[in-house]
């Protein structure tokens, strides 16, 4: 799949060893190789240093290249026989959401790539941590599976360098940013999320409902079950059926509606509605960071309840 090359915009490389990371970057600090040790094989991406072997049409131009090494058979068994590290964008069009089933590819990417290798589905459904180790202290531009405070129970400090979401907020290091110099998470469908705590999310969201029925929209609901309970009286007077709404789990398991968010934004992007509006009540413990911010990614506009 042919991915444009612009600064900002790297694909990052998966390995089957250290050595493999080794023939592609240099100047790799200590710290890098702990981090290593701790989670891989795992949903961590750690960007040093490259070597004059990774062209700039795999870095996008950038001095530093991303390294991760999956925890899959399927991609270590590639990686193995290939005999080099393998450049691996997200398997869907740029901006898009990611794909989390060989299906969403399908859907995509169909007459566009030769073969599909399904490994089931996606454990995690988010893409991984990316942590930048080419500046003192390290830098997170993209919070994943690996949380800001287990990277620093091994290495020490650790910055975050990606973008809360909230008005004015900017990256430390807008040219690393996770290679998203173009939108990405992003369905056709305008997005609006609702943030806040339980309750006022879900009367917030019946505010939004109203109102976009009213002016003649047809809305989708990304919901948690508690928002999804809360607001059935609503929902169910409003004729919202099964194509309109999208349930992501309970708000206290961030980490299930983490594995359903890219397979929800899908399957209500491709009905036909003018806007999905987005809970964002979940618990931030775990993945609900990651969650959060993919959401925030997704959408076009952000109210706090």
């Not at 036909?272 to 809970?279: E, H, Q, T």
């Amino acid at each position: 799949m042919r991915q444009k090359s612009a600064p900002g915009n790297p694909l990052s490389l998966l390995v089957h060893s250290k050595e493999d990371v080794e023939r592609v970057t240099k100047n790799i600090p200590e710290s890098a190789f702990k981090l290593m040790d701790a989670f891989w094989p795992g949903p961590l991406t750690i960007i040093l240093e490259k070597n004059d072997i990774v062209p700039d049409i795999t870095s996008g131009k950038l001095k530093s290249i991303g390294v991760r090494m999956p925890d899959h058979s399927v991609p270590l068994e590639l990686i193995k026989r290939a005999g080099t590290p393998l450049a691996a964008p997200s398997a869907n069009l740029s901006g898009k959401p990611s794909p989390s089933l060989a299906a969403h590819v399908i859907s995509d990417l169909a007459g566009r790539i030769d073969a599909i290798l399904d490994g089931g589905e996606a454990a995690i459904g988010l893409e991984s941590t990316v942590i930048d180790m080419t500046v003192e202290p390290p830098v997170v531009l993209r919070p994943g599976a690996v949380s800001l405070e287990e990277l620093e129970s091994i290495i020490g400090k650790v910055r975050s360098g990606y973008k809360s979401g909230e008005a004015g907020d900017k990256s430390d290091l807008p040219e690393k940013k996770a290679g998203q110099k173009y939108g990405h998470y992003i369905p056709d469908t305008k997005v609006v999320l609702v943030e806040g705590e339980g309750k006022s999310v879900s009367g917030q969201l019946v505010k939004l409902l109203e109102s976009y029925i009213i002016e003649g929209q047809k809305v989708g609901l990304l919901l948690s079950e508690e928002t999804s309970k809360e607001t059935a009286p609503v929902l169910a007077l409003k004729n919202l059926g099964p194509d309109e709404c999208f349930l992501l789990g309970s708000r206290s398991e961030p980490d299930v509606a983490a594995r359903k968010l890219f397979e929800g934004l899908r399957t209500l992007d491709k009905n036909g509605l003018d806007v999905i509006v987005a809970d964002g009540s979940f618990s931030r413990s775990g993945l609900g960071e990651a969650l959060i911010n993919r959401l925030r990614e997704a959408s076009s506009i952000k109210i706090v309840a």
